[in-house]
C-alpha cells in the first residue's frame, strides 16, 4: 500500500474560517468546553461501566465502546483544532493529515455500523425480552462490536488510500477545520468523478443501509411498546430507545449532508458545519443523553459515589 504522494506538500493549511477571524474566539470556547464534557461524559459511562455489575449487559457493554470510540473520534482533531485555531499558522503536516484523516474516517464508519447495532439490542430487548438473555448472549456481542470495528477499519483503509493517490500538484489550502475525505478530493488537480462515485457508494453502505434497518427496528418496536400494559414499561420503553434515536438523528443526519450530496462552492461553509456536529457535538452529547434520561447510570453513579465515601 503506497500511502505517499509525491505531489503532495509536507504541511497542508486548515483554512477553517480564518477568513473571518471574529468567530476564532468563540469557536475556540466552543470546541474547547464540549472538548472537555466529551472527555469527561464517556470516561465516567466507561468507569461506571466497569464498575457496577448491575450495568454488565448487552446495552451497556455496547455503550462502552460508543463512548471509547466517541473519546478516540474526537480525540483526533479537536486538539489539532484548538491549536490552529489560536495560532498565526495553522498548518498540519502531511503525516498528521494522513494519521488524521485514517482514525476519524475509521471511527466514524465503526460509529454508522455500531448504532445500527445498538438498535438491533433494544429491538431484542423490547420485542423478546423473554429470549433476550439467550439471543444476545455475550459471545453474539463481542463479535457484532469487532465486526463493527473491523469493517470501520477496513472501509478507512480503502477511502484513506484513493484519497491520498489523487495527485494534488502542490496544491496545500484545505478548506476544513480537518483532514476528511471531501476536503482533501477538492485539492486535486485531476476529475474525481470516480473518486466521489466511490465515496457515494461506500457512504450509502455505512450511512443509508443503517438508517434503514433502524427505521425498520423502530417501527417494530413501536409496535411493541404499544402493547405494554404497564404505563411506566411504556415510558421505560420510550425513554431508552428516545434517547437512542436523539442521536441517531444528529449523527445520520449531518453525516449524510456531508456525504450524500454533490460537493458545491456554496455549500462549503454549511458542509464545515455540518461536520462539527457529527464530529464534535454528537460525541458530547451522547453521554448526556444516555446518563440524563436513565435512571440505572444516574444509579450506578450514587452507588459508586457511596462506596467511594464508605471507604473514607
Known amino acids: 500500500m503506497n500511502w505517499v504522494n509525491e505531489s503532495a506538500p509536507q504541511e497542508f493549511i486548515l483554512l477553517g474560517f480564518s477568513d473571518r477571524p471574529w468567530l476564532e474566539l468563540p469557536l475556540f470556547v466552543v470546541f474547547l468546553v464540549s472538548y472537555m464534557l466529551t472527555i469527561l461524559g464517556n470516561t ?10 448491575r450495568l454488565h449487559t448487552p446495552m451497556y457493554f455496547f455503550l462502552t465502546n460508543l463512548s471509547l470510540l466517541d473519546l478516540c473520534y474526537t480525540t483526533s482533531t479537536v486538539p489539532q ?28 464508519s465503526t460509529e454508522c455500523l455500531l448504532l445500527g447495532v445498538m438498535s438491533l439490542d433494544r429491538f431484542v430487548a ?28 477496513s472501509n478507512s483503509v480503502l477511502q484513506s488510500t484513493w484519497t491520498l493517490q489523487m495527485p494534488l500538484c502542490g496544491h ?29 457508494f461506500i457512504s450509502v453502505l455505512f450511512l443509508l443501509i443503517p438508517v434503514m434497518l433502524i427505521l425498520i427496528s423502530y417501527a417494530f418496536i413501536v409496535q411493541a411498546v ?15 430507545c428516545g434517547s437512542h434515536l436523539i442521536v441517531v438523528t444528529l449523527f445520520y443526519g449531518t453525516a449524510i449532508y456531508m456525504y450524500l450530496q454533490p460537493p ?37 453513579f450514587q452507588r459508586l459515589v457511596a462506596r467511594v465515601l464508605a471507604k473514607k
Not at 483544532?81 to 466514524?108: D, E, H, T, W
Open 44 to 53: 465516567a459511562i466507561i468507569i461506571l461501566s466497569r464498575l457496577d455489575s
Open 81 to 108: 483544532m484548538l491549536v490552529n485555531i489560536r495560532s498565526p499558522r495553522k498548518v498540519i503536516s502531511y503525516g498528521g493529515c494522513v494519521a488524521q484523516l485514517f482514525i476519524f474516517l475509521a471511527l466514524g
Open 126 to 153: 423490547i420485542c423478546r425480552p423473554l429470549h433476550y438473555s439467550v439471543i444476545m448472549h455475550r459471545r453474539l456481542c463481542l463479535q457484532l462490536a469487532a465486526a463493527s470495528w473491523a469493517s470501520g477499519f
Open 172 to 200: 496545500k489550502e484545505v478548506d476544513h477545520f480537518f483532514c476528511e475525505v471531501p476536503a482533501l478530493l477538492q485539492l486535486s488537480c485531476v476529475d474525481t468523478t470516480a473518486n466521489e462515485a466511490e465515496l457515494f
Open 226 to 240: 404499544l402493547r405494554i400494559q404497564s404505563a411506566e414499561g411504556r415510558r421505560k420503553a420510550f425513554g431508552t
Open 264 to 300: 458545491s462552492p456554496a455549500s462549503k461553509d454549511r458542509g464545515k458545519m455540518v461536520s462539527l456536529f457529527y464530529g464534535i457535538i454528537t460525541p458530547m452529547l451522547n453521554p448526556l443523553i444516555y446518563t440524563l434520561r436513565n435512571k440505572e447510570v444516574k444509579g450506578a
